[in-house]
């Protein structure tokens, strides 16, 4: 082998190695799941629950890590699971007493509530006093919400409180109403929000552009930040969604948004209707597998320390 082959040969070899390196290196930085649900159907009563498929049942914490292992979850944030309003505070207190556990790896938790009901303001100052509560959300896509609900006096004067509070409000919206939800961030600058699953886009339509301008007209507002989470459950079936279709949301959300404020979430057990947690997670990685690794670490994790102010 002469002087100018070995070189060449050394220089692909070192290449080769750093590739390599960097994508272990990627592989392994631990994620922090923002929106893990968890329910007991024998302890609370999900009025929206379907009587049979993959989510009629118990999906309990034990559960996600079995569904889980292996995949570099290092901790998680409980999501609300829109209980039955009257078990709100109970459901709270539960999940607050998993944040306290060390051994559920739950930092924090996002609990059920009702900003536009008359006693929103006693049931802030309960949640308040559970250290492990970040933040509320209500789901406001489901179809006994009106278009603009969210834009009602009650409404803002409630999710205004939360700004007083430190608390923060996730928003599980029709893509539809994106820009509704930006007057509502104009109206509450001292709230700080989560858009969920990159603002639903809909799988089974093939025209996103009015998404596309609803989620650019949301990220205008410095008060909000997005999940990458969620959206793969619009599929018409499990496995019935491509690359294609999901790479071009994905990088639409991270690039409207930027590095600093985007959060990865796995939406678990929901996500089942589509996907296993291992496939979605999967995929993700392979979207942001070409950007800077410091974007992929606030992604998986980063991110959601500051946004949700995690102890870890």
């Not at 999900?46 to 890590?65: E, F």
């Not at 039955?84 to 790896?105: K, R």
């Not at 989620?215 to 008060?223: F, G, Q, T």
């Not at 019935?240 to 959300?253: D, G, L, R, V």
Request: aromatic residues 8%; charged residues 20%.
């Amino acid at each position: 082998m002469d002087r100018r082959t070995f070189m060449a040969a050394t220089v692909t070899a070192v290449a080769s190695t750093a590739v390599h390196a960097s994508k272990e290196s990627r592989s392994m930085i631990p994620v922090i799941d923002t929106h893990q649900h968890l329910w007991d159907i024998k302890k609370f009563k999900l009025p929206w629950l379907p009587a049979d498929g993959v989510l009629a049942r118990s999906y309990s914490i034990n559960d996600y890590k079995m569904h889980t292992a292996g995949l570099g979850i290092a901790n998680t944030v409980y999501m609300e699971v829109d209980v039955d309003p009257g078990q709100q505070l109970e459901e709270a207190e539960f999940v607050n007493g998993l944040c306290s556990d060390a051994t559920s790896g739950m930092k924090g938790a996002v609990v059920s509530g009702r900003p536009a009901s008359g006693d929103f303001g006693s049931y802030v100052e309960k949640i308040v006093k559970l250290p492990g509560v970040r933040g509320v959300r209500q789901v406001l896509h489901v179809p006994s919400t009106p278009s603009g609900f969210c834009l009602s006096d009650d409404f803002v004067r409630g999710i205004r409180l939360l700004g007083t509070k430190n608390l923060s409000y996730d928003l599980c919206v029709k893509h539809s109403e994106l820009g509704n939800i930006a007057v509502l961030l104009d109206a509450c600058p001292d709230t700080q929000f989560v858009l969920d699953h990159c603002g639903n886009p809909d799988l089974k339509e093939t025209d996103h552009s009015s998404w596309k301008r609803g989620l650019e007209a949301v990220a205008k507002r410095k008060n909000v930040v997005c999940k990458v989470s969620g959206f793969l459950a619009s599929a018409p079936g499990r496995g019935k969604w491509t690359m294609e279709q999901i790479t071009p949301i994905i990088n639409h959300t991270l690039d409207t948004f930027g590095p600093n404020r985007v959060m990865f979430a796995g939406d678990w057990p929901v996500v089942l209707l589509a996907a296993s947690y291992a496939e979605w997670l999967t995929a993700v990685r392979q979207v942001v597998s070409t950007r800077p690794e410091t974007d992929q670490r606030k992604l998986f994790h980063d991110n959601a320390v500051s946004h949700y102010r995690l102890k870890l």
